[in-house]
């Protein structure tokens, strides 16, 4: 009888470090670590669930460790527990293959869309232009011109669920006073190291507190 294993087929490692103000870290309080690492393994699995474009059978997880004082090691995971047999193999690389582009697309909405939030909530004035990309859409900013950004992160802004995952997610701004938050992604890979910031500002402040985003409220997309 054949027994399925419990096997990583998907990773992608990321660094989180908080700092405040004057650029020095800042450990996060135990209630942050919980509610924040919970909203966004949720981000998570919804982001890899669109990308896949179905029901995925791979549990989708995220496991992290506090390094030192303010600097978060994180690590998206998915995992298959349906292998069950070295006969199928070759399936089952091809299977991974396909979780780790996945994943790794997931990981992009989850960490675009919290730069959007912060970059929204700083602006005066944002608004939704669709994009000549199939998949992506178009953000206008007073402050930063035009983002291009997946469509998956339009959808979020716009839905109250995923709104307040991403208010947990980034509770660190309120619960522990932080001023920066600085998302490094593929810090193994040499060459692909790349690096987001997210600062800040008292419309983020309005925002976590359960404003909505006041620059975008009204916006809805335009053609171009």
Do not use: N
Not at 52 to 65: H, K, Q, S, W, Y
Not at 117 to 123: E, P, R
Not at 146 to 151: E, Q, Y
Not at 177 to 184: A, F, H, N, T, Y
């Amino acid at each position: 009888m054949q027994t399925a294993l419990a096997t990583t087929v998907a990773r992608v490692p990321i660094v989180v470090r908080c700092l405040d103000h004057r650029g020095r870290p800042v450990s996060l309080s135990a209630h942050t670590l919980g509610r924040g690492s919970s909203a966004l393994q949720d981000l998570l699995r919804r982001a890899y669930t669109t990308v896949r474009g179905d029901a995925p059978t791979e549990t989708v997880t995220v496991a992290f460790l506090e390094e030192c004082e303010g600097k978060l090691l994180l690590e998206y995971l998915v995992v298959d527990r349906t292998r069950t047999s070295r006969w199928r193999k070759g399936r089952d690389r091809l299977r991974a293959e396909g979780s780790q582009t996945a994943l790794m697309a997931a990981t992009i909405v989850v960490t675009v869309a919290v730069e959007a939030v912060g970059a929204v909530a700083a602006a005066c004035s944002a608004r939704w232009t669709e994009s000549d990309s199939p998949g992506f859409v178009d953000l206008v900013l007073d402050t930063a011109g035009t983002v291009r950004l997946p469509g998956a992160v339009r959808d979020w802004l716009q839905d109250d669920a995923a709104l307040d995952l991403l208010r947990m997610t980034m509770s660190m701004f309120l619960d522990d006073d932080v001023d920066q938050l600085v998302i490094g992604k593929d810090p193994e890979l040499p060459g692909r190291y790349q690096e987001t910031v997210v600062t800040r500002s008292p419309g983020l402040v309005d925002f976590l507190g359960g404003a909505p985003l006041a620059s975008l409220v009204g916006a809805g997309p335009e053609q171009p």
